[in-house]
T-cell receptor
Framework: SAVISQKPSRDICQRGTSLTIQCQVDSQVTMMFWYRQQPGQSLTLIATANQGSEATYESGFVIDKFPISRPNLTFSTLTVSNMSPEDSSIYLC????????????FGEGSRLTVL | AQTVTQSQPEMSVQEAETVTLSCTYDTSESDYYLFWYKQPPSRQMILVIRQEAYKQQNATENRFSVNFQKAAKSFSLKISDSQLGDAAMYFCAYRSPTGTASKLTFGTGTRLQVTL
């Protein structure tokens, strides 16, 4: 398993502002994944963050809205830009330790509330 | 595209009893992975159990076991001797062996209540 730390754990933000979520892993991993979980909903993949290259975004998510950094093999950030109440969600960082099985290990999530 | 369906938004079980959570999926692939994840109120997603599609034997992890029916595309989770700590949201997830490594498709979840 892995220890995945996310900051902030929760935050209340004003409409139109941006917030950066940090994800720190206690071991080196090739790929990190950012998921969004809207209230009462399932998880939706936002993007895959690869070290040394641009993130790969899923349909419906764009870099201008969710810029991602991946400066090294243990750290990534997700920024939620120009927030609106619809961005109120839990944002989860996850990693794969076993590429053969692909099972994900998750951080504790960052709960954002946009007023 | 693969889809994962959990038809039970909520389930309830008495402590020490057994409960089964349903999951069906749609895929044209023959080799894939299936997972059950647990999300307690603390929010952290925890892997409960994993099943490889090429294995006929159902996976088991202590009190958790699955009933994997490949032809029916069904992947149910059985929790035996339920405990209060089992109360959580349970998500079924599918992983394709192709495309983006480890892109998981999640179901909508089943909220499990455990009563005394």
């Amino acid at each position: 398993s892995a220890v995945i730390s996310q900051k902030p754990s929760r935050d209340i933000c004003q409409r139109g502002t941006s917030l950066t979520i940090q994800c720190q892993v206690d071991s080196q991993v090739t790929m990190m994944f950012w998921y969004r979980q809207q209230p009462g909903q399932s998880l939706t993949l936002i993007a895959t963050a690869n070290q040394g290259s641009e993130a790969t975004y899923e349909s419906g998510f764009v870099i201008d809205k969710f810029p991602i950094s991946r400066p090294n093999l243990t750290f990534s950030t997700l920024t939620v830009s120009n927030m609106s109440p619809e961005d109120s969600s839990i944002y989860l960082c996850s990693v794969v330790l076993n590429r053969a099985t692909g099972e994900l290990f998750f951080g504790e999530g960052s709960r954002l509330t946009v007023l | 595209a693969q889809t994962v369906t959990q038809s039970q938004p909520e389930m309830s079980v008495q402590e020490a009893e057994t409960v089964t959570l349903s999951c069906t999926y749609d895929t044209s692939e023959s080799d894939y992975y299936l997972f059950w994840y647990k999300q307690p109120p603390s929010r952290q997603m925890i892997l409960v159990i994993r099943q490889e599609a090429y294995k006929q034997q159902n996976a088991t992890e202590n009190r958790f076991s699955v009933n994997f029916q490949k032809a029916a595309k069904s992947f149910s989770l059985k929790i035996s001797d339920s405990q209060l700590g089992d109360a959580a949201m349970y998500f079924c997830a599918y992983r394709s062996p192709t495309g983006t490594a480890s892109k998981l498709t999640f179901g909508t979840g089943t909220r499990l209540q455990v009563t005394l």
